[in-house]
Protein backbone atom coordinates (compact mmCIF):
# COMPACT_ATOMS: atom_id res chain seq x y z
CA UNK A 1 0.00 0.00 0.00
CA UNK A 2 1.10 3.43 -1.11
CA UNK A 3 0.75 5.71 2.29
CA UNK A 4 -0.39 9.29 1.82
CA UNK A 5 1.52 12.04 2.72
CA UNK A 6 0.79 15.50 3.81
CA UNK A 7 -2.07 17.13 1.64
CA UNK A 8 -0.85 20.53 0.50
CA UNK A 9 -3.11 23.73 0.84
CA UNK A 10 -4.07 24.63 -1.99
CA UNK A 11 -5.15 28.59 -3.47
CA UNK A 12 -8.51 28.49 -4.47
CA UNK A 13 -8.62 30.75 -7.10
CA UNK A 14 -11.82 31.41 -8.99
CA UNK A 15 -10.92 31.34 -12.51
CA UNK A 16 -13.94 30.11 -14.23
CA UNK A 17 -15.20 33.70 -15.30
CA UNK A 18 -14.71 37.56 -14.89
CA UNK A 19 -17.88 39.67 -13.72
CA UNK A 20 -17.84 42.95 -12.54
CA UNK A 21 -19.77 43.03 -9.15
CA UNK A 22 -20.62 46.95 -9.44
CA UNK A 23 -23.51 47.74 -7.03
CA UNK A 24 -23.10 44.27 -5.14
CA UNK A 25 -22.02 45.02 -1.94
CA UNK A 26 -24.36 42.44 -0.38
CA UNK A 27 -24.04 44.81 2.58
CA UNK A 28 -20.66 44.67 3.17
CA UNK A 29 -18.70 47.46 5.11
CA UNK A 30 -16.74 49.18 2.38
CA UNK A 31 -16.51 48.01 -1.54
CA UNK A 32 -12.65 46.86 -0.94
CA UNK A 33 -14.15 43.97 1.28
CA UNK A 34 -15.91 42.20 -2.64
CA UNK A 35 -14.09 40.39 -5.07
CA UNK A 36 -13.76 42.45 -8.40
CA UNK A 37 -14.27 38.87 -10.08
CA UNK A 38 -16.13 36.25 -9.02
CA UNK A 39 -17.05 32.24 -10.14
CA UNK A 40 -19.61 32.74 -13.12
CA UNK A 41 -22.72 30.89 -12.62
CA UNK A 42 -23.98 28.19 -15.03
CA UNK A 43 -26.67 30.50 -15.93
CA UNK A 44 -25.64 33.67 -15.65
CA UNK A 45 -26.05 36.73 -13.16
CA UNK A 46 -29.92 37.75 -12.25
CA UNK A 47 -30.81 40.36 -14.88
CA UNK A 48 -32.74 42.36 -11.86
CA UNK A 49 -30.33 42.04 -8.84
CA UNK A 50 -26.86 40.63 -10.27
CA UNK A 51 -27.06 37.24 -8.08
CA UNK A 52 -25.72 34.19 -9.90
CA UNK A 53 -27.88 31.80 -10.94
CA UNK A 54 -27.81 27.93 -11.15
CA UNK A 55 -30.53 27.38 -13.31
CA UNK A 56 -31.66 29.34 -16.17
CA UNK A 57 -35.43 30.76 -15.32
CA UNK A 58 -37.80 29.11 -17.64
CA UNK A 59 -39.01 30.84 -20.38
CA UNK A 60 -42.21 32.26 -19.45
CA UNK A 61 -41.61 31.57 -15.56
CA UNK A 62 -42.28 33.58 -12.70
CA UNK A 63 -40.09 35.50 -10.78
CA UNK A 64 -39.99 37.22 -7.61
CA UNK A 65 -37.31 39.82 -6.17
CA UNK A 66 -37.48 41.27 -3.32
CA UNK A 67 -38.15 45.55 -3.97
CA UNK A 68 -36.89 48.49 -2.44
CA UNK A 69 -40.75 49.02 -0.45
CA UNK A 70 -41.43 45.27 0.61
CA UNK A 71 -44.80 47.17 2.55
CA UNK A 72 -45.77 48.06 -1.05
CA UNK A 73 -45.43 44.30 -2.07
CA UNK A 74 -48.65 42.37 -2.55
CA UNK A 75 -47.36 39.18 -3.18
CA UNK A 76 -45.49 39.46 0.14
CA UNK A 77 -46.13 39.22 3.90
CA UNK A 78 -44.80 38.39 7.28
CA UNK A 79 -42.04 39.85 9.08
CA UNK A 80 -41.33 43.85 8.94
CA UNK A 81 -38.43 45.04 7.03
CA UNK A 82 -36.62 48.51 8.05
CA UNK A 83 -34.35 49.88 5.36
CA UNK A 84 -30.79 50.10 6.65
CA UNK A 85 -28.27 52.88 4.99
CA UNK A 86 -26.35 50.48 2.70
CA UNK A 87 -29.47 49.37 1.02
CA UNK A 88 -30.17 45.94 2.89
CA UNK A 89 -32.74 45.34 5.32
CA UNK A 90 -33.31 44.69 9.58
CA UNK A 91 -35.54 42.13 10.72
CA UNK A 92 -35.87 42.32 14.39
CA UNK A 93 -38.49 39.12 14.98
CA UNK A 94 -37.32 35.80 16.77
CA UNK A 95 -39.95 34.20 14.78
CA UNK A 96 -39.56 35.64 11.31
CA UNK A 97 -41.76 33.96 8.61
CA UNK A 98 -41.33 35.91 5.13
CA UNK A 99 -43.81 34.38 2.61
CA UNK A 100 -44.33 34.86 -1.22
CA UNK A 101 -47.46 34.38 -2.64
CA UNK A 102 -47.69 33.10 -6.59
CA UNK A 103 -49.53 35.90 -8.89
CA UNK A 104 -51.96 34.39 -9.10
CA UNK A 105 -52.93 33.26 -5.40
CA UNK A 106 -54.66 35.43 -2.76
CA UNK A 107 -54.05 34.04 0.91
CA UNK A 108 -57.52 35.57 2.00
CA UNK A 109 -59.43 34.39 -0.32
CA UNK A 110 -57.89 31.11 -1.67
CA UNK A 111 -56.53 29.76 1.17
CA UNK A 112 -59.78 27.73 2.51
CA UNK A 113 -60.50 26.13 -1.10
CA UNK A 114 -56.52 24.65 -1.22
CA UNK A 115 -56.24 20.69 -1.90
CA UNK A 116 -54.59 19.18 1.01
CA UNK A 117 -55.43 15.40 0.15
CA UNK A 118 -52.07 14.28 -1.29
CA UNK A 119 -53.33 11.46 -2.85
CA UNK A 120 -55.36 14.35 -5.09
CA UNK A 121 -52.22 16.64 -5.06
CA UNK A 122 -50.69 13.71 -6.35
CA UNK A 123 -52.74 13.03 -9.76
CA UNK A 124 -53.92 17.18 -9.52
CA UNK A 125 -49.99 18.43 -8.90
CA UNK A 126 -51.03 21.82 -7.54
CA UNK A 127 -52.41 23.11 -4.25
CA UNK A 128 -53.92 25.90 -5.99
CA UNK A 129 -53.80 26.15 -9.61
CA UNK A 130 -51.08 25.37 -12.60
CA UNK A 131 -49.36 28.85 -11.27
CA UNK A 132 -48.09 27.12 -7.72
CA UNK A 133 -44.37 27.34 -7.11
CA UNK A 134 -42.90 23.82 -8.04
CA UNK A 135 -39.20 23.87 -9.71
CA UNK A 136 -37.68 26.83 -8.02
CA UNK A 137 -34.78 27.99 -6.93
CA UNK A 138 -34.78 30.58 -3.91
CA UNK A 139 -32.38 32.85 -2.69
CA UNK A 140 -31.12 35.17 -0.04
CA UNK A 141 -28.35 36.49 1.44
CA UNK A 142 -28.85 36.87 5.36
CA UNK A 143 -26.49 38.54 7.97
CA UNK A 144 -27.13 36.97 11.36
CA UNK A 145 -26.31 39.83 13.92
CA UNK A 146 -27.48 38.84 17.04
CA UNK A 147 -30.21 36.29 18.18
CA UNK A 148 -30.46 33.53 21.70
CA UNK A 149 -29.65 30.52 20.62
CA UNK A 150 -27.06 30.14 17.39
CA UNK A 151 -27.40 26.34 16.63
CA UNK A 152 -30.68 27.61 15.24
CA UNK A 153 -30.95 27.98 11.45
CA UNK A 154 -32.14 29.98 8.38
CA UNK A 155 -34.45 28.08 6.56
CA UNK A 156 -35.84 28.54 2.86
CA UNK A 157 -38.49 26.29 1.56
CA UNK A 158 -41.53 25.58 -0.78
CA UNK A 159 -44.19 23.23 -2.44
CA UNK A 160 -46.55 24.10 0.23
CA UNK A 161 -49.17 26.70 1.45
CA UNK A 162 -48.92 29.03 4.82
CA UNK A 163 -47.41 26.56 7.92
CA UNK A 164 -50.05 27.46 10.77
CA UNK A 165 -49.48 25.93 13.96
CA UNK A 166 -53.02 24.46 14.42
CA UNK A 167 -52.53 20.87 13.74
CA UNK A 168 -55.78 19.99 12.59
CA UNK A 169 -56.58 19.52 9.05
CA UNK A 170 -56.57 20.92 6.45
CA UNK A 171 -54.22 23.52 8.02
CA UNK A 172 -51.71 20.90 9.42
CA UNK A 173 -52.01 19.43 5.28
CA UNK A 174 -51.19 23.00 3.89
CA UNK A 175 -47.04 22.63 5.36
CA UNK A 176 -45.97 20.50 3.06
CA UNK A 177 -41.90 21.18 1.36
CA UNK A 178 -38.94 20.68 0.91
CA UNK A 179 -36.85 22.62 3.09
CA UNK A 180 -33.47 23.63 3.49
CA UNK A 181 -31.34 24.78 6.52
CA UNK A 182 -28.42 27.08 7.34
CA UNK A 183 -26.94 26.78 10.20
CA UNK A 184 -25.76 30.30 12.41
CA UNK A 185 -23.12 28.48 14.50
CA UNK A 186 -20.92 27.01 11.99
CA UNK A 187 -22.57 27.47 8.40
CA UNK A 188 -23.60 24.06 7.91
CA UNK A 189 -26.31 22.96 5.76
CA UNK A 190 -29.27 20.04 5.38
CA UNK A 191 -32.04 19.62 3.80
CA UNK A 192 -35.26 18.08 5.03
CA UNK A 193 -38.70 17.08 3.64
CA UNK A 194 -42.18 18.15 5.53
CA UNK A 195 -45.37 16.25 4.95
CA UNK A 196 -47.77 17.54 7.78
CA UNK A 197 -46.81 21.08 9.60
CA UNK A 198 -47.28 19.61 13.52
CA UNK A 199 -43.96 20.72 15.70
CA UNK A 200 -41.94 18.58 13.99
CA UNK A 201 -43.75 15.10 13.77
CA UNK A 202 -44.05 15.61 9.86
CA UNK A 203 -40.51 15.39 9.43
CA UNK A 204 -38.52 13.53 7.26
CA UNK A 205 -35.06 14.46 8.61
CA UNK A 206 -31.68 15.41 7.39
CA UNK A 207 -28.09 15.57 8.53
CA UNK A 208 -25.95 18.82 8.35
CA UNK A 209 -23.21 18.89 6.49
CA UNK A 210 -20.28 21.62 5.39
CA UNK A 211 -19.81 23.12 8.75
CA UNK A 212 -17.16 25.64 9.34
CA UNK A 213 -16.83 28.92 11.16
CA UNK A 214 -19.70 30.90 12.17
CA UNK A 215 -21.48 32.70 10.26
CA UNK A 216 -22.44 35.58 12.80
CA UNK A 217 -21.67 38.59 11.60
CA UNK A 218 -21.23 37.53 8.06
CA UNK A 219 -23.29 38.48 4.69
CA UNK A 220 -23.76 34.66 3.54
CA UNK A 221 -25.79 34.35 0.44
CA UNK A 222 -27.66 31.08 0.60
CA UNK A 223 -29.52 29.45 -2.31
CA UNK A 224 -32.13 26.42 -2.15
CA UNK A 225 -33.23 24.55 -5.18
CA UNK A 226 -35.88 21.85 -5.91
CA UNK A 227 -36.67 20.22 -8.98
CA UNK A 228 -38.67 16.93 -10.61
CA UNK A 229 -36.10 14.05 -11.98
CA UNK A 230 -37.34 10.85 -13.08
CA UNK A 231 -39.00 9.16 -10.13
CA UNK A 232 -38.91 11.99 -8.01
CA UNK A 233 -37.27 15.28 -6.57
CA UNK A 234 -34.02 16.61 -6.13
CA UNK A 235 -33.12 19.42 -3.73
CA UNK A 236 -29.99 21.20 -3.76
CA UNK A 237 -28.42 23.75 -1.47
CA UNK A 238 -25.90 26.47 -2.17
CA UNK A 239 -23.35 28.76 -0.50
CA UNK A 240 -21.84 32.10 -1.39
CA UNK A 241 -19.97 32.44 1.90
CA UNK A 242 -17.74 35.24 1.34
CA UNK A 243 -20.02 37.47 0.24
CA UNK A 244 -19.18 37.71 -3.35
CA UNK A 245 -21.12 36.02 -5.84
CA UNK A 246 -19.31 32.94 -5.48
CA UNK A 247 -21.68 29.83 -5.17
CA UNK A 248 -20.88 26.64 -4.19
CA UNK A 249 -22.90 23.86 -3.95
CA UNK A 250 -22.78 22.30 -0.62
CA UNK A 251 -25.41 19.05 -0.51
CA UNK A 252 -28.09 17.66 -2.10
CA UNK A 253 -30.51 14.86 -2.08
CA UNK A 254 -33.01 13.30 -4.50
CA UNK A 255 -36.28 12.18 -3.36
CA UNK A 256 -37.41 9.10 -5.20
CA UNK A 257 -39.76 6.99 -2.37
CA UNK A 258 -37.43 5.02 0.58
CA UNK A 259 -37.29 8.67 2.49
CA UNK A 260 -39.65 8.64 5.58
CA UNK A 261 -41.04 10.41 8.31
CA UNK A 262 -41.21 8.67 11.27
CA UNK A 263 -44.92 9.11 12.20
CA UNK A 264 -48.52 8.04 10.00
CA UNK A 265 -49.16 10.72 7.17
CA UNK A 266 -52.14 12.54 8.14
CA UNK A 267 -52.84 13.87 4.85
CA UNK A 268 -54.13 10.53 3.38
CA UNK A 269 -50.44 10.22 1.72
CA UNK A 270 -47.98 7.33 2.72
CA UNK A 271 -45.03 7.79 5.39
CA UNK A 272 -42.46 8.10 2.08
CA UNK A 273 -44.14 10.18 0.10
CA UNK A 274 -42.74 12.77 -2.45
CA UNK A 275 -43.66 16.00 -2.73
CA UNK A 276 -44.62 16.10 -6.48
CA UNK A 277 -46.57 18.66 -6.15
CA UNK A 278 -46.29 22.33 -6.54
CA UNK A 279 -47.88 24.74 -3.66
CA UNK A 280 -49.35 28.76 -3.70
CA UNK A 281 -46.17 30.05 -1.35
CA UNK A 282 -42.79 30.07 -0.88
CA UNK A 283 -41.09 31.15 1.90
CA UNK A 284 -37.98 31.92 4.11
CA UNK A 285 -38.08 31.77 7.61
CA UNK A 286 -35.61 32.01 11.08
CA UNK A 287 -36.14 31.51 14.19
CA UNK A 288 -34.20 33.02 17.64
CA UNK A 289 -31.96 35.75 16.14
CA UNK A 290 -33.04 38.90 17.34
CA UNK A 291 -31.59 40.93 14.31
CA UNK A 292 -30.49 40.00 10.86
CA UNK A 293 -30.10 41.92 8.16
CA UNK A 294 -30.87 41.23 4.00
CA UNK A 295 -30.80 41.67 0.86
CA UNK A 296 -31.24 40.12 -2.72
CA UNK A 297 -34.02 38.17 -2.05
CA UNK A 298 -35.62 36.21 -5.01
CA UNK A 299 -37.86 33.07 -5.80
CA UNK A 300 -37.77 32.35 -9.53
CA UNK A 301 -39.61 29.08 -11.80
CA UNK A 302 -36.58 27.55 -13.28
CA UNK A 303 -35.79 25.04 -15.95
CA UNK A 304 -33.03 22.60 -14.46
CA UNK A 305 -32.27 21.32 -18.15
CA UNK A 306 -32.65 23.97 -20.05
CA UNK A 307 -30.59 25.23 -23.06
CA UNK A 308 -28.30 27.90 -19.92
CA UNK A 309 -26.89 24.98 -18.19
CA UNK A 310 -25.75 22.65 -21.16
CA UNK A 311 -24.33 19.82 -18.66
CA UNK A 312 -25.89 16.08 -21.04
CA UNK A 313 -22.27 14.40 -21.11
CA UNK A 314 -20.48 11.80 -19.58
CA UNK A 315 -16.89 12.48 -20.20
CA UNK A 316 -14.36 10.00 -20.15
CA UNK A 317 -11.57 9.85 -18.57
CA UNK A 318 -8.33 9.37 -19.82
CA UNK A 319 -7.05 8.18 -16.71
CA UNK A 320 -6.91 8.73 -12.74
CA UNK A 321 -4.49 9.27 -10.00
CA UNK A 322 -4.75 9.40 -6.56
CA UNK A 323 -2.47 10.42 -3.26
CA UNK A 324 -3.07 6.92 -1.66
CA UNK A 325 -3.99 3.23 -2.43
CA UNK A 326 -3.61 -0.62 -1.95
CA UNK A 327 -2.25 -2.45 -4.72
CA UNK A 328 -5.70 -4.22 -4.96
CA UNK A 329 -7.50 -1.31 -5.43
CA UNK A 330 -5.84 1.25 -7.81
CA UNK A 331 -7.14 4.39 -8.86
CA UNK A 332 -7.83 2.55 -12.30
CA UNK A 333 -10.39 0.67 -11.01
CA UNK A 334 -12.46 3.68 -10.46
CA UNK A 335 -12.97 4.80 -13.90
CA UNK A 336 -13.14 1.10 -15.01
CA UNK A 337 -16.83 1.36 -16.11
CA UNK A 338 -16.86 -2.21 -13.19
CA UNK A 339 -19.12 -1.17 -10.20
CA UNK A 340 -17.23 -4.20 -8.89
CA UNK A 341 -14.21 -3.27 -8.24
CA UNK A 342 -13.28 0.12 -6.65
CA UNK A 343 -10.19 2.38 -5.38
CA UNK A 344 -9.46 2.51 -2.12
CA UNK A 345 -6.94 4.67 -0.35
CA UNK A 346 -6.13 5.67 3.66
CA UNK A 347 -5.96 8.66 5.42
CA UNK A 348 -8.24 11.98 5.93
CA UNK A 349 -7.91 14.06 2.74
CA UNK A 350 -7.20 10.76 0.87
CA UNK A 351 -8.28 11.84 -3.01
CA UNK A 352 -8.85 10.52 -6.27
CA UNK A 353 -8.25 12.47 -9.30
CA UNK A 354 -9.84 12.13 -12.69
CA UNK A 355 -7.79 13.37 -15.85
CA UNK A 356 -10.32 14.40 -18.35
CA UNK A 357 -6.97 14.50 -21.26
CA UNK A 358 -7.62 18.15 -22.42
CA UNK A 359 -9.71 21.65 -20.93
CA UNK A 360 -13.40 20.93 -21.35
CA UNK A 361 -16.52 22.12 -19.72
CA UNK A 362 -17.54 20.56 -16.47
CA UNK A 363 -20.58 20.61 -14.33
CA UNK A 364 -20.79 17.67 -12.40
CA UNK A 365 -19.60 13.80 -11.13
CA UNK A 366 -21.56 11.07 -10.52
CA UNK A 367 -19.60 9.23 -7.63
CA UNK A 368 -20.36 5.47 -6.86
CA UNK A 369 -19.42 4.66 -3.20
CA UNK A 370 -18.23 1.24 -2.19
CA UNK A 371 -20.64 -0.38 0.20
CA UNK A 372 -22.68 3.20 -0.52
CA UNK A 373 -25.56 1.80 -0.08
CA UNK A 374 -24.90 1.23 4.03
CA UNK A 375 -22.56 3.89 4.54
CA UNK A 376 -21.99 7.73 4.23
CA UNK A 377 -19.40 9.60 2.82
CA UNK A 378 -18.40 12.85 3.57
CA UNK A 379 -16.33 14.52 0.43
CA UNK A 380 -15.51 17.97 -1.08
CA UNK A 381 -15.53 17.76 -5.04
CA UNK A 382 -12.46 20.46 -6.90
CA UNK A 383 -11.60 21.02 -9.97
CA UNK A 384 -8.36 22.47 -11.41
CA UNK A 385 -7.15 23.36 -15.29
CA UNK A 386 -3.70 22.78 -14.50
CA UNK A 387 -3.30 19.64 -11.92
CA UNK A 388 -1.73 22.80 -9.18
CA UNK A 389 -4.23 24.76 -8.45
CA UNK A 390 -7.79 23.47 -7.47
CA UNK A 391 -10.69 25.15 -6.79
CA UNK A 392 -13.58 23.80 -4.40
CA UNK A 393 -17.12 23.24 -6.47
CA UNK A 394 -18.86 21.31 -4.31
CA UNK A 395 -18.97 19.10 -0.64
CA UNK A 396 -21.52 17.38 0.73
CA UNK A 397 -22.33 13.62 2.08
CA UNK A 398 -23.35 11.14 0.25
CA UNK A 399 -26.78 9.87 1.07
CA UNK A 400 -25.93 6.28 2.50
CA UNK A 401 -28.51 4.81 0.63
CA UNK A 402 -27.50 3.29 -2.93
CA UNK A 403 -24.87 1.34 -4.60
CA UNK A 404 -25.52 3.25 -7.65
CA UNK A 405 -23.85 6.77 -8.81
CA UNK A 406 -25.12 9.92 -6.88
CA UNK A 407 -25.06 12.87 -9.30
CA UNK A 408 -22.82 16.10 -7.43
CA UNK A 409 -23.19 19.20 -9.59
CA UNK A 410 -21.91 22.75 -9.45
CA UNK A 411 -22.09 25.56 -11.52
CA UNK A 412 -20.32 25.06 -15.14
CA UNK A 413 -16.66 25.87 -15.03
CA UNK A 414 -13.43 24.79 -17.72
CA UNK A 415 -10.75 22.05 -16.38
CA UNK A 416 -8.91 19.16 -17.39
CA UNK A 417 -8.77 17.70 -13.62
CA UNK A 418 -11.73 16.46 -11.35
CA UNK A 419 -10.54 15.85 -7.55
CA UNK A 420 -12.60 13.61 -5.17
CA UNK A 421 -11.36 14.38 -1.82
CA UNK A 422 -12.60 12.13 1.16
CA UNK A 423 -13.08 13.24 5.00
CA UNK A 424 -15.19 10.85 6.78
CA UNK A 425 -17.52 8.11 6.67
CA UNK A 426 -19.63 6.23 8.84
CA UNK A 427 -17.49 2.93 9.22
CA UNK A 428 -15.53 5.03 10.89
CA UNK A 429 -12.20 2.83 9.16
CA UNK A 430 -10.22 5.59 8.09
CA UNK A 431 -10.29 4.51 4.54
CA UNK A 432 -11.57 5.79 1.35
CA UNK A 433 -13.45 3.50 -1.22
CA UNK A 434 -15.03 4.58 -4.40
CA UNK A 435 -16.26 2.14 -7.33
CA UNK A 436 -16.53 4.46 -10.14
CA UNK A 437 -16.37 8.15 -10.53
CA UNK A 438 -17.45 10.21 -13.90
CA UNK A 439 -17.30 13.90 -14.38
CA UNK A 440 -20.02 15.42 -16.08
CA UNK A 441 -19.84 18.30 -18.88
CA UNK A 442 -19.81 19.44 -22.38
CA UNK A 443 -18.55 16.85 -24.94
Known amino acids: MRRPGPIPLMIALAAAGALTTTGFTTGAPTPAKVAATVT ?3 AGNDPVDGVGMI ?13 NNPGGDPRLDGATMTPNPDGTFSVRDTAARIGVSTTTYDQDEDEDGLTWRQPDLRSRGFMHDANDWRNVEITGYVRYVSGTDDSDAFTWYARGARHTGSGQTPQTCWGTAYKGDLRYADGAVKIEKELYHLGGDGYAKGTYTGGGASIKGKMVGFKVVMYDIPGGVRVEAYLDRAGNNTWTRVTSRDDTGTWAIETDNRCGG ?14 FRWDDATKVDLTKFSVREIAPGGPANPCPAKLTAAGAT ?19 TRWS ?11 LGTSRPVCGVDVAWHLGNTRWNDYTVYTSPDNVTYTKVAEGRSS ?4 NAEPYRFPQRQARF ?6 NSSAGNGWASIAEATAIGAS
Do not use: C, F, M
Open 270 to 283: TRTEKVTWGGPKAA
Open 322 to 340: ASTWEEINPPANAIDGNLA
Open 418 to 423: VRISWW
Open 40 to 42: ASA
Open 400 to 403: GTTL
Open 55 to 67: YPTRAGGQVWHLS
Open 345 to 355: GQGYGANLVLD
